[in-house]
T-cell receptor, first 112, second 116 residues
Framework: AQSVTQLGSHVSVSEGALVLLRCNYSSSVPPYLFWYVQYPNQGLQLLLKYTTGATLVKGINGFEAEFKKSETSFHLTKPSAHMSDAAEYFC??????????FGAGTRLAVHP | NAGVMQNPRHLVRRRGQEARLRCSPMKGHSHVYWYRQLPEEGLKFMVY????????ESGMPKERFSAEFPKEGPSILRIQQVVRGDSAAYFC??????????????FGDGTRLSIL
């Protein structure tokens, strides 16, 4: 069965530093992949998605993610963290029949 | 705001009571999904519905939980005889007609259910 693993439940960076949030998927057939962000007491907002084609995907708020089939990874990056990036980030894969399989989430803290 | 609307935002129930959670999809969307988020965990798929049809309920507990999406009105997630373990955030998402696996789902702000 498809599964999604996010390494690191908490990540802390300084403002202006690189953000790297890790995600690995388990499927032998590359699935469609998504990154969502969740701010406190809110729903999930789509950051970016990978379907087919270019392996480097650009999303909103300066985030991007690179699909690497050889590593079964879809890590999320941002060159320079901003205080407003503090939130929880979820990687998800399509589990078939429109079902999303989510990782456990990574809480990003940004300090001055 | 034509986003996914969920109500109530917060719901408190005593053990044994019933909880009803409502979800109105985005305008023009006919696919509705329910997910549950337990504390410190990611979202877990529960059920996928289209108008008047349950497409996939593989994530629904076998007892006490049911969902519907009638021809008119919002989708309802119903939990009967609630227990403490039902305390969670329940999220609804929607997507347009003809959605395939690569279509992003749009999420509501969730209903936080607390069981006393």
């Amino acid at each position: 069965a498809q599964s999604v693993t996010q390494l690191g439940s908490h990540v802390s960076v300084s403002e202006g530093a690189l953000v790297l949030l890790r995600c690995n998927y388990s499927s032998s057939v590359p699935p469609y992949l998504f990154w969502y962000v969740q701010y406190p007491n809110q729903g999930l907002q789509l950051l970016l998605k990978y379907t087919t084609g270019a392996t480097l995907v650009k999303g909103i708020n300066g985030f991007e993610a690179e699909f690497k089939k050889s590593e079964t990874s879809f890590h999320l990056t941002k060159p320079s963290a901003h205080m407003s990036d503090a939130a929880e980030y979820f990687c998800a894969a399509d589990g078939g029949y429109n079902k999303l399989i989510f990782g456990a989430g990574t809480r990003l803290a940004v300090h001055p | 705001n034509a986003g996914v609307m969920q109500n109530p935002r917060h719901l408190v129930r005593r053990r044994g009571q019933e909880a009803r959670l409502r979800c109105s999809p985005m305008k023009g969307h006919s696919h509705v999904y329910w997910y549950r988020q337990l504390p410190e965990e990611g979202l877990k798929f529960m059920v996928y519905l289209q108008k008047e049809n349950i497409i996939d309920e593989s994530g629904m507990p076998k007892e006490r939980f049911s969902a519907e999406f009638p021809k008119e009105g919002p989708s309802i997630l119903r939990i009967q005889q609630v227990v403490r373990g039902d305390s969670a955030a329940y999220f609804c998402a929607s997507s347009p007609p003809g959605s395939s696996n690569n279509q992003p789902q749009h999420f509501g702000d969730g209903t936080r259910l607390s069981i006393l």
